[in-house]
């Protein structure tokens, strides 16, 4: 019974039912209170012929003693005047009979001009009228067995049409409600099944959807199921972005444990080399690479650490930047390292300036140029050129390398993503120099792109001004 009480069905169904009740209710009791007063109004329209025939008669002469001078059966007729009073009654043969003291007395208190209904003894209940005619008071009344006959056949019909409609009502609204609830139970049958999927581990996909013929947002059913198909979206796609992430942490574990078993590898094997051989240039040679793997141990470790304060959100240095400044400084840096490439400036007069952390965005431009200049032959030349473009400042880097290659850019911007794919420290890399200049640009708000084709390399950093 609790299970059939929190069904919807069953309660819209039963609110349908107590509705048909109440309104065949109030439908029967106002026609039956029509009615009513319709055949008392009757009634009291043959009382007054009744006794205005009476009082014919009285006028007359008074009525015969043995006839019912032209009165209906059932017709009551009493006359008062002062203490003297006389009644009769016609009986369902015609004939007329005297009333009985305990009738006069239920009659004798009524004044000239009144309209009453009355239970008189040994009769029943009467409708009467009181008119007054010289010094006498004439009473006449019939019963309203009639009218109590028809009012309750007329009730016992409106119960029984009623209790069918009733009932009738009952059987149609839990057809029609659960007609019109079969979409909302595809709509649970598809939450069910989704429910049912293991969501907790591995790439999701396509789930189950609600079909769309039933996602008519017409309908509150079409509104919960789009919702329904709406939340599902974007569940997956949560899920399938949480399992990339999943997938990509492990690999940057892996690689971040690649990256770094290396330099401890060589460490290791230098300082047991150390231990065996006591020779001075030996033991120099050794200290020398182990200083060298631990710098890069080190910068390795500071990049991590730089991308796992990116990813956290940390807030960098808001400050003016002179990004024109940042640029020439850049590219004096890489003519040192790399004389035998050809760097040219494009700068506009004007310094621009944007608010940001000046250290990063020089880790920026000083990335791009080194991915340049490890990826390109001697004798490339590295153009670097700024200019203001609307609200945002545009640095690009522009060489005439052999370009990068077209499986590699989808993922050139991905964390140790190298085109070597060897993983030896002769390439010079750890494959986070592009990963950490995207990341510092969108901490600033800007974005980084790339474009490649043989012969042409554009990376273009976009900041606002």
């Known amino acids: 019974m609790r299970v059939a009480a929190r069904s919807l069905s069953v309660r819209v169904a039963a609110a349908m039912v107590v509705l048909v009740a109440v309104v065949s209710l109030v439908i029967s009791a106002l026609t039956t209170a029509a009615i009513s007063s319709y055949l008392t109004s009757q009634l009291d329209g043959k009382v007054a012929a009744a006794q205005g025939r009476a009082i014919n008669s009285w006028k007359n002469g008074g009525p015969p003693p043995d006839a019912p001078h032209g009165q209906d059966a059932g017709t009551v007729t009493a006359y008062i005047q002062g203490s003297t009073t006389a009644g009769t009654v016609i009986t369902a043969e015609g004939k007329l009979t005297e009333l009985s003291d305990q009738a006069m007395g239920a009659l004798d208190h009524l004044s000239a001009g009144e309209s009453s209904t009355v239970d008189l003894p040994d009769l029943g209940e009467y409708r009467v009228h009181a008119a007054g005619v010289d010094s006498v008071t004439v009473i006449v009344g019939l019963p309203t067995k009639d009218i109590q006959n028809t009012i309750n056949s007329l009730i016992g019909w409106e119960v029984l049409f009623g209790g069918i409609g009733v009932l009738t009502a009952g059987g149609v609204g839990v057809f029609v409600v659960r007609r019109q609830l079969r979409p909302l139970r595809r709509v649970a049958q598809t939450a069910r099944e989704v429910a049912g999927l293991p969501l907790d581990t591995g790439e999701i996909g396509v789930t189950a959807r609600v079909p769309d013929q ?252």
């Open 214 to 465: 039933l996602t008519d947002e017409r309908t509150e059913v079409g509104q919960v199921a789009v919702a329904l198909n709406t939340l599902l979206g974007h569940m997956e796609n949560a899920l399938d972005a949480r399992h990339r992430s999943e997938q990509q942490v492990r690999q940057f574990v892996a690689d971040a444990s690649h990256e770094l078993r290396t330099p401890l590898t060589t460490i290791h094997g230098y300082a047991q080399l150390s231990l065996r051989q006591r020779d001075p240039e030996l033991y120099g040679h050794a200290m020398g690479k182990v200083m060298v793997e631990t710098t890069r141990m080190a910068s390795l470790v500071e990049d991590l650490l730089l991308l796992a304060r990116l990813d956290a959100g940390r807030p960098l240095d808001r400050r003016p930047v002179d990004l024109s400044r940042l640029a020439r400084d850049s590219v004096t840096d890489a003519q040192i390292v790399a004389p035998s490439h050809h760097w040219e400036l494009a700068l506009p007069p004007d310094p621009i300036v944007v608010i940001g952390d000046e250290q990063r965005l020089h880790q920026v431009v000083t990335n791009l140029l080194t991915n340049a200049r490890r990826h390109t032959p001697a004798g490339t030349t590295v153009t670097v050129a700024a200019k203001l473009a609307g609200n945002s400042a545009v640095l690009t880097i522009h060489d005439d390398g052999p370009g990068i290659p077209a499986d590699l850019l989808p993922n050139v911007f991905q964390r140790f993503t190298r085109a070597d794919t060897a993983r030896t420290s002769t390439t010079g890399g750890t494959g986070l120099g592009l990963s950490l200049a995207q990341s510092i640009t969108h901490a600033h708000h800007g974005t980084l792109t790339l474009t490649s084709t043989p012969g042409s390399t554009n990376f273009t950093l976009a900041l606002p001004s």
